[in-house]
């Protein structure tokens, strides 16, 4: 439970489709490698994350189906990873939509991937990588929401988080080894941090919009349109949406509009590309 809100698991559709499918695909593995140990032996040889196999033999895909593997010998490496996606995730999958919690969810489980072979080299397996992504995410979007430690004290997700990350840190940079991807969870929280974070930046980049072209903001703005303005009047309606948008991802990341902010500026940027003849270029 954390803070005022509980989540339950009850039929008919609880889990939103992205989470539902990313813990049936595990745990249908899980089930796999637990039951026939050769094969778990053939699917870690092939599947999980090895520097080696990335480096020198171009596995690449081992960088998204390592995080679909989990110990075969312990089912407690799953089901916490899954526990932790079910908690932490759908509310984010709710608000942000499953293709974006899904695109979310890969590029922290492979920048995790990424950071544990060129930190530590180790061969991994698991999605507490891309999980780590999801809890930072969650941890960014509701700072004060209140999760209960062994059912008993009440923690705002930030500190924990900030515990957390602080553990992992030392963990992956310390002279003791317990065979845990400690870099891997250090990966997977920064990278969803950096992604959340900055971006906006890639987003101005990809859609030619320069920081700052429109100019000082002005606040109050309703954002509504009246047609009968005429061309110039249409252009500077778009100029200050998307200045309010941009400052919008600024603080609180792109994944954050709602869906009709989204829209909006990918209309207000099209609209200003083929019509602004003041640097939209």
């Known amino acids: ?32 490698v637990m039951l026939n140990h050769s094969l778990a032996q053939t699917l870690i040889e092939n599947f999980s994350l090895s520097a080696g196999d990335i480096f020198y033999r171009f596995k690449i895909w081992q960088l998204v189906t390592y995080m679909f593997l989990h110990d075969p010998f312990s089912i407690m490496h799953i089901l916490f990873n899954m526990l ?25 489980g492979i920048g995790a991937g990424l950071i544990n072979i060129l930190v530590s080299g180790a061969p991994t397996i698991g999605a507490s990588g891309a999980i780590y992504g ?28 900030g515990f957390l990350i602080l553990l992992q840190f030392f963990s992956t940079f310390g002279p003791y080894s317990d065979g845990v991807a400690h870099a891997a969870h250090l990966g997977g929280a920064l990278v969803g941090f950096l992604y959340l974070k900055y971006g906006y930046v890639w987003y101005r980049l990809k859609n030619g919009i320069p920081k700052n072209m429109f100019g000082k903001k002005k606040s109050g703005s ?57 640097g939209f270029n």
């Open 1 to 32: 439970m954390f803070g005022n809100r509980s989540y339950r698991l009850s039929p008919g559709g609880a889990l939103p489709p992205g989470i539902k499918n990313l813990i049936l695909i595990n745990v249908v593995v899980q089930v796999m």
């Open 84 to 108: 932790y996606l079910w908690m932490f995730g759908v509310e984010l999958e709710r608000e942000w939509g499953t293709r974006e919690f899904l695109k979310f969810y890969f590029i922290t």
């Open 134 to 161: 999801v809890m930072i995410a969650f941890a960014m979007r509701y700072p004060n929401r209140e999760v209960y430690i062994w059912m008993l004290f009440p923690v705002k997700i930030k500190y924990l988080m």
């Open 222 to 278: 309703n954002m509504h349109f009246s047609s009968g303005g005429g061309k110039g009047d249409k252009t500077e309606y778009y100029r200050k949406v998307i200045d309010e948008l941009l400052d919008k991802i600024n603080r609180v990341g792109y994944l954050n509009l709602t869906d009709a902010e989204k829209k909006l500026l990918e209309e207000g940027s099209k609209y200003l590309r083929e019509h602004d003849t003041n």
